[in-house]
């Protein structure tokens, strides 16, 4: 490896790690904010918060890698034309394909990386997270007894505590309505004062309450009758146990995930795809079988066959001339056309279900194909762009990398719809993002190449001030 290569190599890596590490991190923040709900108050730990952050982060790699790449090949040969390294190299004889086949053998490399890391890291890691995540959403929120409020947190039980003491676990002022055994409230405890703790590794919650009455409404919430009373039992002392197993995170085995679309590697979806594929072609082909018997009815009146009993043409004619219009026969064809409607309505639903679902999973295949093209095509698109405006920094090269990077998720996003829908066939649906951008890359490095001014900031710069001139 030369001299160039390696400087232009490690003018690359860089800025590439460092702008890998932060649109990792916006998109993760972006990410985590929509469960932010369901994970605060839940007293999850540290290690629950890495497991499930290092999980996801995983699944972001594949999104933040080509916006890096462009990012970084902006930065990287802006910089170089900025403080006129390029113009030198230019200088020594060699052209600009040349200079940029070092980091082109990089990004390459990685785009392939990347296409083996989303068919098999990323479905690994995607079912540990979301398995994770769901395990999280079962789990109740942390006990947070709140002074003069009822806490419902304790499956049957609605309690609160008018004081809290400084040593976490007095209590002053306890009341306790208890509807474990069914009722409308019928149970009231009231103590002057208590202790909380827990035992055996946590998993019960120990109320101790101290100096209290118990109130039991006989009548359970009915009318009342003579012979039904309230009951009042006084206590010294009083001990209530609550089983916190619900409050635990308990792990569900990750195997009953592992139908999710999102953990499976291209083999695995293309066999559901053509599993749904042909289910689609077998419920399809037998529409007309099934509904045929729809139709019998009106099969069985044509010719000299009336209700399934044949008869000759003197009957049949003096049936015509004596019978008049029935009613009830116009009545069972309108009956029988709304269920031809309405089965025929239900079928198709079903079949376009199907079909949606093969899209689903097909989509799926062409986005790990799509998005290693796209670290090759945002290389494409940045550093000749670089080389062409100039300019280094974080300023030009983010508002350009934002604006390229909007382009293709907007594109992507409407071509993944209709590809679902089937309006486009799933393959040009995937694939129109890069097909659009991958032209535009070509254009910026024939500019680049011929030292074109097109897009420099001067460029435009003197022809305003020239129309200005003109003007005057």
């Known amino acids: 490896m030369k001299k160039l290569d390696k400087l232009i190599i490690r003018s690359f890596a860089g800025p590439f790690l460092l702008t890998f590490a932060v649109v990792e991190f916006i998109l993760l923040t972006q990410y985590m904010l929509k469960y932010l709900d369901e994970l605060v108050g839940k007293d999850l730990g540290s290690e629950v918060f890495a497991e499930l952050l290092f999980y996801f982060s995983i699944n972001m790699a594949p999104i ?41 053998f ?9 296409f083996f890391f989303n068919n098999y890291v990323v479905p ?36 609160k505590i008018n004081e809290k003491l400084n040593d976490g676990k007095s209590l002053r002022d306890i009341m306790i309505y208890d509807h474990s055994k069914g009722g409308n409230n019928t149970t009231v405890i009231l103590a002057d004062s208590g202790r909380m703790y827990t035992e055996h590794d946590d998993n019960y919650l120990v109320l101790e309450l101290f100096r209290g009455q118990t109130y039991v409404d006989q009548n359970n919430g009915g009318f009342r009758n003579s012979s039904e009373q309230f009951v009042r039992e006084k206590f010294d002392a009083s001990k209530i146990i609550f089983s916190l197993s619900s409050f635990n995170l308990d792990r569900t085995r990750e195997e009953l995930f592992s139908d999710n679309k999102m953990m499976k590697d291209i083999d695995q979806l293309n066999s559901v795809t053509d599993s749904l594929r042909r289910y689609k072609a077998r ?10 018997p729809f139709y019998m009815y009106f099969k069985a009146d044509t010719g000299d066959v009336k209700n399934g009993i044949k008869f000759n043409e003197k009957v049949l004619e003096k049936e015509k001339e004596l019978a008049p219009l029935n009613v009830d026969v116009l009545l069972v ?6 269920n031809v409607k309405s089965f025929t309505s239900g079928y198709l639903e079903r079949v376009n279900t199907l079909a949606r679902d093969a899209n689903n999973y097909e989509i799926e295949i062409w986005r790990k194909y799509t998005q290693s093209a796209a670290i090759i095509i945002m290389f494409l698109i940045g550093a000749p762009l670089g080389a ?30 209709w590809a679902r829908e089937g309006l486009i066939p799933v393959s040009v649906g995937m694939w129109g993002a890069n097909a659009i951008l991958f032209p535009i890359g070509l254009f910026f490095l024939y500019q680049a190449r011929n030292d074109s001014s097109l897009l420099e900031v001067d460029f435009w710069r003197k022809l305003m001030t020239r129309l200005r001139r003109n003007k005057l």
Request: proline share 5%; charged share 15%.
């Open 333 to 338: 064809a309108s009956t029988k056309a709304r």
């Open 64 to 104: 933040a890698l080509p916006l890096a790449v462009l990012l970084s090949a902006l930065m990287t040969f802006g910089t170089l034309g900025e403080h006129h390294e390029l113009t030198a190299i230019k200088t020594s004889g060699i052209a600009l394909p040349r200079i940029l086949r070092p980091v082109s």
């Open 124 to 159: 690994k890691a995607n079912l540990k997270a979301y398995s994770l995540l769901w395990d999280i959403r079962q789990k109740k929120p942390s006990m947070n007894f709140k002074e003069g409020a009822f806490y419902n947190g304790l499956p049957g039980y609605s309690i």
């Open 106 to 114: 990089l990004v390459v490399s990685l785009a392939i990386g990347a």
């Open 388 to 417: 062409i405006i100039k300019k280094g920094g974080l300023g030009v090269p983010v508002i350009i990398s934002i604006i390229f990077f909007i382009i293709m998720y907007v594109l992507g996003i409407l071509g993944e719809k």
């Open 283 to 292: 419920e399809t082909a037998m529409y007309a079988p099934n509904v045929d």
